[in-house]
């Protein structure tokens, strides 16, 4: 069973993202800014992580360049959350080495896609179920 | 007519006088020049009448040119006298007297040569004398002739004599001008008695003439080297008699020797009674020289003295200097004085004006020094009565506010009274204010509308101090000494003064008035910045906190559309049909909620000049399917056709793709929104058009359409149309603002067509190659202001 790495400050935007994971079946750990997120990442090593951008502590951004930059966490894909409107935040995700991005309002359905493509990727036989 | 070897000589001698007579006409204003002249005149007819009478061989024809050389022969001795008498300036001789005299024997001469035929009182035995190849006239002289002659030698020796003694006379530097003039003079009498004598070698000719001709060269001569006429000796005891001087001369013992007419009248005596008396008995009338003589045998000294004719203080100039002879004796003394009164006075007149100059000359310097106002005034006010010899002066200023004149300087008495303002009117300086001319009270203490009751001042003056038609202030001086008054002059020099004075106070109201406009302006200038400073702050705080709440909107948004969206797939999977559309309700009330979002967000960043493009090539095939995917729904929901007419390969654009996109999206949905069982179309092509392509897309609906009212403000923001097809709130009103604002941005624009119930028409016209522009610099706000106006024109 995979394991999913949710970093969102907002708590009830976490708890959502949570319930849409449980409810399709996966296994998740959650961080409320970056610097949980590296030490989560490095300690519990996801299968992907769920990124917000905006965080306290250490932002998006920065934590993600981190993960890229340490081998131990290179390979976790990174799927940035960003706002709706921000275009220049999705940009500066894949820049930072975030390997997609989905947009907040989120679109259950099309991240659902997202996320089974990256597990399939990193571990062919090992599918959610 | 005969042919006589004589005749050519004698025509030169006339020439050789005709040229004297110019020579001396042009320097007639000389002494003796005019004599001179006569003399050449007389020698010329004299030559040229000589020269025809040996030019006949008819006695008759002979004796008419001997008499016509009369004219000239009787009046050249006189002429020559003339001249003589003028060259050495003696013209006191030449009386009208004298001249009459002079003249009485010529005539007589004249008179008897014209009528010898009747007396032979000149010739007798006129007869011819063959000569062999020419004839020559002779004649016995009678009685007269001797008297015409020894007349005619007198005058000529006279004048002669008169020479010799100014040759001998005169300084060395004229010696030769006379030595000249002496042999011109000797030669033509030689001539003469050689010829009247028979002692002439040439028997029967008269050689006075050809005498007369070397005399008129020398004298010609004369003109070019020596400057004859040019410079003439002028006597010495003349110059002494001439002198503006006082001139007396004393010898060793103190005895009047000489002295001149200034003296004499001075020392009112005569010459005649005063010579040879002792100088102390004749200067007992001028004691102040007389106290000088004693004491001294040299001196040189100016003394005044008040002179009893006029009344009048009288300057005079004293040298005295010891005469030694030419062994070094001491032989007397030389008094000369000299009256030097006007000098003087020129002398002083000039000292004043150089006062008067400086004392201008450093108020101006003060006023360009800038120092402040009162000391300007004060420095006017002392300089002007330091030049007129008084402290008391005084400087009044009008003040505009309150219509009065106010004392502004006060110097010598004017500093005891008290300190003054005055109506228009009053006083003298009220009166002076009043009208604007200068005003002299001849005695101020008691001129009856003074406005000091006790004063010790008496002659007064003072002077408006005009600024172009405006009298801005009053100056004036005055006089405690009762005896002195102002003079028109010194009233002209105060006005000098007082344009000076004027110029320092009108610079002083500029200088003030700049002060304040430079204040003023700068208030002005703080209050723009403060200004802007508050709209920056305001826009700021507006970006904030649009910013801001976007992102506070967007978060519970985010929960409520994602719980719609979990719950919608529990529903179903529970078989809630109900609760299916419930939240589907929910989803779309949230998704219109995010739209507007969006377009509030976009709208703030074209506003704040922060939307940018990001130009990139890309298909416009692909994108044009992926809008009719994406837009079909809404098409199909008002049961709607879409009909896209577009050329197999559309080509490819240089453009911002997510704003194209958008602008064709939220066309298209108004479009479905506003038509019902219609047909929508998309048409695409590209043109050409100022050598640049142009894409357009033009969406074409039959709903609803629009009225004028409506077109008017549709692209404004906020702005809806109401009626939608389900009389549903129609979006966010701010979807054609955003449109057209992403059209220009790229360069294009776009425009509509409508008419109620016939549909409407848009057309999207955006060049092929969007080219980056610099920075959006002026949109029109939407919060507060909003741009007026139809849409701009735009369709090539």
Same mark, same amino acid.
């Given at each position: 069973?995979?394991t ?104 259950f359905?099309?991240?659902?896609v ?16 | ?28 204003p ?34 008419f ?31 009208r ?33 063959d ?9 016995? #002289? ?9 007349? +005619?030698?007198? $005058? !000529?020796? &006279? =004048?002669? %004599? ?41 028997? #029967? ?9 070397? +005399?008129?060269? $020398? !004298?010609? &001569? =004369?003109? %070019? ?52 008396? +002792? ?26 003295v ?7 203080l ?52 003060a ?36 219509q ?19 109506q228009r ?95 003023e ?44 969206q ?65 837009i ?25 793709q ?12 108004n ?7 219609g ?27 629009m ?17 939608s ?9 701010l ?6 604002h ?37 949109t ?9 106006g ?7």
């Amino acid at each position: 069973m995979a394991t999913i790495l949710v970093v969102e400050d907002e708590r009830m935007i976490r708890d959502m993202l949570l319930r849409f994971l449980e409810m399709n079946g996966y296994q998740t750990i959650t961080a409320a800014n970056g610097e949980q997120a590296l030490n989560q990442a490095r300690s519990a090593q996801p299968n992907l992580i769920l990124m917000d951008m905006r965080l306290p502590v250490i932002d998006g951004w920065e934590a993600t360049q981190q993960l890229k930059a340490d081998p131990a966490t290179r390979a976790i894909p990174v799927i940035a959350l960003t706002a709706y409107a921000m275009t220049d935040d999705r940009e500066h995700a894949l820049a930072v080495g975030c390997d997609d991005y989905e947009t907040k309002p989120i679109q259950f359905p099309k991240l659902l896609v997202k996320i089974k493509t990256f597990l399939e990727q990193a571990n062919p036989t090992d599918t959610a179920s | 007519m005969q042919d006589s070897p004589y005749v050519l000589p004698t025509i030169g001698a006339a020439v050789m006088s005709v040229s004297v007579i110019i020579l001396a006409w042009l320097r007639r204003p000389a002494p003796g020049a005019k004599a001179l002249a006569l003399l050449g005149v007389a020698v010329a007819w004299w030559s040229t009448a000589y020269a025809l009478e040996l030019a006949h061989a008819d006695l008759e024809a002979i004796k008419f040119w001997v008499r016509m050389e009369y004219f000239g022969i009787v009046i050249a001795p006189v002429a020559w006298l003339a001249f003589a008498v003028e060259y050495t300036g003696r013209n006191q001789w030449m009386t009208r007297h004298m001249k009459t005299v002079l003249a009485g024997v010529p005539l007589i001469t004249l008179l008897l040569v014209w009528t010898n035929d009747a007396h032979g009182l000149i010739w007798s035995n006129m007869d011819l004398k063959d000569m062999g190849t020419f004839v020559m006239y002779r004649s016995t #002289y009678g009685s007269w002739f001797w008297v015409h002659t020894a007349y +005619s030698y007198f $005058g !000529i020796l &006279l =004048g002669s %004599f008169i020479l010799l003694r100014a040759l001998l006379n005169s300084p060395d530097l004229y010696r030769q001008q006379a030595n000249l003039l002496l042999f011109s003079v000797l030669t033509p009498l030689a001539g003469n008695i050689m010829y009247v004598f028979r002692l002439s070698p040439w028997d #029967y000719l008269d050689l006075t003439p050809f005498a007369f001709v070397l +005399s008129t060269m $020398g !004298i010609s &001569l =004369g003109f %070019f080297q020596f400057r004859l006429l040019d410079v003439v000796p002028i006597a010495r005891d003349l110059t002494i008699e001439n002198m503006s001087e006082g001139v007396l001369v004393v010898d060793e013992q103190d005895r009047v020797m000489d002295f001149n007419p200034v003296a004499a009248h001075w020392l009112m005596r005569s010459p005649r009674e005063a010579i040879g008396l +002792s100088v102390f008995e004749v200067l007992n009338v001028r004691p102040e020289i007389m106290e000088r003589y004693r004491d001294v045998t040299e001196i040189a000294e100016e003394f005044s003295v008040i002179e009893e004719d006029d009344g009048l203080l009288h300057y005079y100039d004293l040298r005295i200097s010891p005469l030694y002879d030419r062994n070094g004796r001491f032989r007397g003394r030389l008094v000369v004085w000299h009256d030097i009164t006007e000098r003087k006075k020129a002398e002083a007149a000039l000292r004043h004006q150089n006062e008067e100059l400086n004392a201008l000359h450093e108020t101006t310097l003060a006023l360009l020094n800038r120092l402040d106002l009162n000391s300007v005034l004060e420095t006017i006010v002392t300089r002007a009565g330091a030049l007129m010899g008084t402290s008391h002066g005084y400087l009044a200023v009008v003040d505009p506010t309150t219509q009065e004149i106010v004392i502004r300087v006060r110097t010598g008495a004017f500093a005891g009274y008290p300190e003054w303002r005055m109506q228009r009117g009053e006083g003298l300086c009220g009166q002076v204010w009043a009208t604007g001319e200068p005003l002299t009270i001849a005695d101020y203490a008691t001129w009856p509308e003074r406005y000091v009751r006790e004063s010790d001042l008496h002659a007064m003056t003072s002077i408006p101090l005009r600024s172009g038609t405006e009298i801005v202030g009053v100056f004036g001086l005055a006089y405690a000494e009762p005896e002195r008054a102002f003079s028109p002059e010194e009233v002209a020099l105060l006005r000098r003064f007082g344009q000076l004075a004027a110029l320092a106070l009108e610079n002083a109201r500029l200088y003030s008035e700049a002060q304040q406009e430079l204040a003023e302006r700068k208030r002005t200038e703080a209050a723009l910045y403060r200004a802007k400073e508050e709209a920056e702050t305001a826009n700021r705080a507006k970006s904030t906190f649009l910013a801001n709440m976007s992102h506070e909107l967007r978060t519970p948004l985010t929960i409520i559309l994602g719980y719609s969206q979990l719950m919608q797939v529990q529903a179903r999977d529970m078989g809630n049909a109900e609760f299916v559309s419930e939240l589907q309700s929910i989803a779309a009330a949230g998704d219109h909620l995010l739209a507007l979002i969006s377009n509030i967000l976009d709208l703030s960043k074209i506003e704040a000049g922060k939307m940018e493009l990001t130009l990139m090539p890309f298909d416009l095939g692909a994108l044009i399917d992926e809008l009719v995917a994406a837009i079909q729904p809404l098409i199909e929901k008002e049961s709607n056709e879409l009909n896209v007419v577009c050329p197999d390969d559309p080509g490819s654009m240089h453009a911002d793709q997510t704003k194209v996109r958008q602008i064709l999206f939220n066309l298209l949905s108004n479009a479905a929104k506003f038509t019902d069982n219609g047909t929508i179309t998309l048409t695409v092509n590209r043109t050409c058009h100022e050598a640049a392509e142009w894409i357009h897309f033009e969406i074409r609906d039959t709903g609803i359409g629009m009225s004028e009212e409506q077109l008017s403000y549709l692209f404004q923001e906020f702005s809806q149309v109401t009626g939608s097809v389900n009389h549903k709130p129609a979006g966010t009103g701010l979807g054609l603002a955003i449109s057209r604002h992403f059209c220009r941005m790229m360069g294009g624009d776009i425009t509509v067509t409508s008419k109620v119930k016939h549909g409407s028409t848009f057309t999207v016209a955006l060049p092929a190659t969007v080219i980056e522009r610099p920075a959006n610099t002026a949109t029109p706000s939407i919060f507060g202001r909003t741009e007026a106006g139809k849409p701009q024109e735009r369709n090539p």
